[in-house]
């Protein structure tokens, strides 16, 4: 902003008159000083100046305003010599006191106004601006900072009150910057000490961004370097302009080394409040372990609301004292007498809660409204600033050099002289660092060469648990070494033991110790990995089989159970192919049953067709055994009903195939029919094939009864998170297939017959339909070998294996109940015209009816043209009836 002031030409007084001159107190006076105080809070997004701040604000201010009368009414200190001041509000942030310290320039701006004329042809008279001599202040390290690169191209000397950021100390930079408190650079070091006095060997460290909070960490972090012993887990910096949730991370942060108890905090007053709010929204009251900076020091507005978490907070400021004089000026200002003070209303508000009618600000009726009589300290909580000392030491700091300087340019004359109008910025710095006299506390106010005044602290730590009165305690003083009294000290929940802060801190759970060599207050973590916990500190060992770690891998924990469940995709497909095939195995069976009577259900043979779709239904059933959760009694029926279901239908399939073959080749050899042909002497040849399979089954169950077993190998993938036991029947592969293979053999010898029936007409009774069954069928588990065994090594071995096997066994079924019922239901139901009685004829009839139908049927497939063709009377069917 000043380079574009000085590049177009335009000068401060231009900007005045656009309305843009700051608002500001102006004292009239001989010499005019400058001050530069945040009586205002930094705004939100989009505007410069917040809420009033009582104490760095106001309480500053009007410790300036107090030493100017104080040095005015002395007669030995400037006689005759009144100071006058134009006092600026910084607002806390240092680009809007750049813009505001540009009025303590205006009057060394030179501007060419010949060219300017008025109406009347008059040159303008424009008045000349005061001239500040020096300026007081800033607060804030970053303030000072933007505003001395300023002041330094004017040569205008500059004393602060409060600004400890060790950058200020070289001289090459700022060297009309001095400071009436030490820098940073000795508070670290009593910081550094305080720490390693207490025992602690690992901290992190926290600083506002911005010189202050980062030169002061960073000459923490150089000096703890330089003394050695002493660990820094973390550096944290808190934005300038922190987002929401910012506060809320930098304690995560924290907490990531949670052993490093202690925290170093260089921070703004508003930061240090945040930071104590978000560890308290985090429930780590009297968890962490702070060390404040001067900027904590003994403020109460820091921890307000937040004193648990405050509790046990060392704290370090600079050695001061409470002036009782500006404690009498301060509680007896008043609307009334304090009227140069043009923010002295807003403070009123604010400090009795109560609301002024003022000009331009609306009433609002929610606050009740001042009356002008209240008084401070009576009508409201009153506690004298901790830098009002050294504002005060800072103008008389002043005052003393310009006093000695009146002596040497000035002798014996009454007022400012000549040499001292206007006063040489240079020559006045010479005698700023050359002043020594007793502050408004009885020390001694001096500068060395780089401007700053010498380390003297007190120490404080903020105690409220076994005390009548909570508050700050003073603990130990630093000048230029350390004395604490640590028997004086206690930490949170009235603890006098000092909390631990230490580099060998325990690993995290799970982490085994390897520890560093040559170090041995630290070591490195290691974590047990794979199925691997923490046996002890310094090593891992193996879960048992049936247990997984614990995720902080502290122990073990038992490996869940799991098993197909209903909802899994891998249930939903078999369960869907079940549940159509037993919807349609119903229908047929009911079919049957409506129509027992007629012609074709009794062609089909109805008892071995009862037989057939009952095993048929058990295979549909079976998949919901299959799925079902592992029990005894599930398990039980597995076994039971697994072989069963293909057992009966290939059995009932086998003994018709049987019978037509027999009855056809007996019919080759004699008329007489052959034996057990009737539906008594099927069934019971059924239920003796049945019969094998139920008698290996209950051999089975008395061998090794039935149990559940969980499989804590089959899912146990490298990460032990997705470790599972499965749970499920003691079935191995070998013996799933072992309770199929009797089903397998009855559906091979079945195949054979079918083969070798081939050559009966498609008329007679079912051997065709049945033939291709079997080849079906046949191919179907030929496909489901290779699936089955093909994924032993999946982690889904036990969901694949279930749905290839459910679904093999559901096709399987759904081909037997399609070849060999669907299209006599289809009859039945459609076509009842054809579902007639024919007329019987004998056994004999049939098999020479049969023999010259075969014989006719191979010799018109002869033929190329296919002209003859000779239609089987259908009568022969009956017979199989």
């Known amino acids: 902003h000043l380079l574009w002031v000085l590049l177009l030409g335009i000068s401060p007084v231009s900007l005045a008159q656009q309305g843009t001159q700051p608002q500001s107190i102006k004292i009239e006076g001989d010499i005019t000083l400058g001050g530069l105080f945040p009586v205002h809070s930094r705004g939100p997004a989009g505007v410069p100046c917040g809420d009033v701040k009582r104490e760095k604000g106001i309480h500053r201010l009007e410790a300036m305003l107090y030493a100017l009368d104080q040095i005015n009414s002395d007669p030995d200190l400037l006689p005759n010599i009144t100071l006058g001041a134009r006092i600026l509000d910084t607002c806390s942030r240092d680009t809007y006191a750049l813009e505001q310290s540009l009025t303590f320039v205006q009057a060394l701006i030179q501007k060419d106004n010949s060219d300017v004329r008025c109406s009347n042809g008059e040159p303008p008279i424009i008045p000349k601006p005061e001239r500040v001599v020096g300026v007081i202040g800033a607060s804030g390290s970053s303030v000072s900072i933007m505003v001395a690169n300023v002041l330094r191209l004017f040569a205008i000397p500059q004393i602060s009150y409060a600004s400890t950021a060790p950058e200020l100390s070289d001289n090459s930079r700022y060297e009309f910057f001095s400071r009436v408190v030490p820098p940073d650079s000795y508070q670290a070091q009593a910081m550094v000490d305080i720490v390693k006095a207490m025992g602690w060997n690992y901290v992190s460290t926290l600083a506002s961004e911005g010189n202050y909070g980062e030169s002061g960490v960073d000459a923490f972090l150089q ?54 709010q978000a560890a308290k929204k985090a429930n780590l009251t009297g968890h962490f372990l702070f060390v404040g900076s001067d900027s904590w020091g003994a403020k109460s507005s820091p921890i307000q609301d937040q004193e648990e978490v405050a509790e046990g907070a060392v704290t370090i400021l600079p050695k001061r004292a409470s002036i009782d004089g500006f404690d009498q000026y301060f509680t007896s200002r008043s609307l009334e007498n304090n009227r140069r003070n043009i923010w002295f209303a807003e403070f009123w508000e604010d400090d009795f809660k109560c609301k002024l009618t003022r000009p331009g600000i609306k009433y609002d009726p929610s606050r009740r409204k001042c ?33 000695s300087m009146h002596l040497d340019l000035c002798p014996g004359y009454m007022g400012v002289c000549e040499k001292m109008d206007p006063v040489e910025g240079r020559m006045l710095l010479q005698y700023i660092r050359s002043v020594n006299f007793n502050g408004s ?169 009862y037989v057939l779709l009952t095993g048929i239904f058990l295979i549909y059933l079976i998949t919901f055994l299959m799925i079902a959760e592992p029990s005894v009694a599930v398990c039980a029926f597995r076994r039971l009903l697994l072989g069963l279901g293909m057992c009966i239908s290939y059995a009932a399939m086998l003994t018709k195939t049987n019978r037509i073959y027999r009855i056809f080749e007996q ?7 052959p034996k057990f042909i009737s539906p008594t002497s099927q069934l019971i040849i059924t239920f003796i094939l049945i019969s094998v399979q139920l008698l290996g089954v209950f051999i089975w169950f008395g061998v090794m009864p039935p149990h559940t077993i969980i499989d804590y190998e089959e899912q146990k993938p490298p990460n032990p998170e997705f470790a599972r036991g499965v749970l499920k029947c003691d079935m191995s592969d070998l013996s799933l297939m072992l309770c199929l293979s009797y089903s397998i053999v009855l559906m091979i010898t079945c195949t054979v017959y079918a083969i070798k029936s081939r050559g009966v007409p498609e008329t007679f009774n079912e051997a065709k339909p049945i033939g291709f069954t079997m080849y079906t069928t046949c191919i179907i588990w030929l496909a489901f070998v ?38 006599k239901v289809y009859v039945i139901i459609f076509h009842p015209e054809q579902n007639v009685q024919k007329r019987k004829r004998s056994f004999k009839a049939v098999v020479q009816a049969a023999t010259v139908s075969t014989h006719l049927s191979m010799k018109s497939s002869e033929k190329q043209n296919g002209e003859s063709k000779i239609e089987p009377d259908r009568s022969q069917e009956s017979y199989f009836s």
């Open 371 to 403: 009356t002008g009589d209240e008084r401070i300290s009576q009508d409201s909580q009153y506690e004298q600033e901790g830098k009002v000392q050294f504002v005060i030491d800072a103008v008389y700091a002043m005052a003393h050099a310009l006093h």
């Open 667 to 673: 019919g080759k050899k004699s008329v007489t029919p």
């Open 223 to 276: 000096i703890s370097r330089e003394a050695g012993g002493l660990c820094i887990a973390q550096s944290i910096k808190i934005p300038r302009e922190p987002r929401p949730g910012e506060f809320d991370k930098i304690i995560k942060r924290l907490m990531e080394t949670s052993n490093a108890r202690g925290v170093i905090i260089f921070a703004n007053e508003d930061d240090i409040k945040r930071v104590l």
């Open 786 to 823: 290779p699936i089955f065994f093909g994924t032993a090594q999946s982690t889904e071995k036990m969901f694949i294996q279930t749905t290839t096997l459910t679904v093999s066994m559901s096709l399987s079924a759904t081909v037997s109940l399609g070849m060999l019922y669907i299209p």
């Open 441 to 609: 506390a009885g020390t001694g106010v001096m500068f060395n060469e780089n401007g700053d005044a010498p380390g003297r602290y007190d120490i404080f730590q903020y105690q409220m648990s076994n005390v009548s009165n909570p508050g700050y305690k003073d603990i130990g003083q630093w000048t230029n070494h350390l004395r604490l009294n640590p028997e004086e000290m206690q930490w949170s929940g009235g603890d006098r033991r000092i909390p631990d802060s230490v580099c060998s801190f325990p690993c995290e759970p799970g982490e085994r110790k390897k520890m560093v060599k040559g170090v041995p207050c630290c070591w490195h973590c290691e974590l047990c990995d794979g199925y691997q916990y923490l046996l002890d500190e310094f090593s891992c060992d193996m879960c048992p089989f049936d247990m997984r770690p614990l995720p902080n891998r502290t122990g073990c924990r038992p490996t869940p159970i799991i098993k197909l469940e209903w909802s899994s995709p891998w249930a939903i497909i078999p369960v869907f192919l079940a549940i159509l095939g037993i919807l349609a195995t119903t229908g047929v069976i009911g079919t049957f049953v409506r129509f027992n009577d007629t012609p074709i259900v009794r062609a089909s043979g109805r008892e071995l067709s």
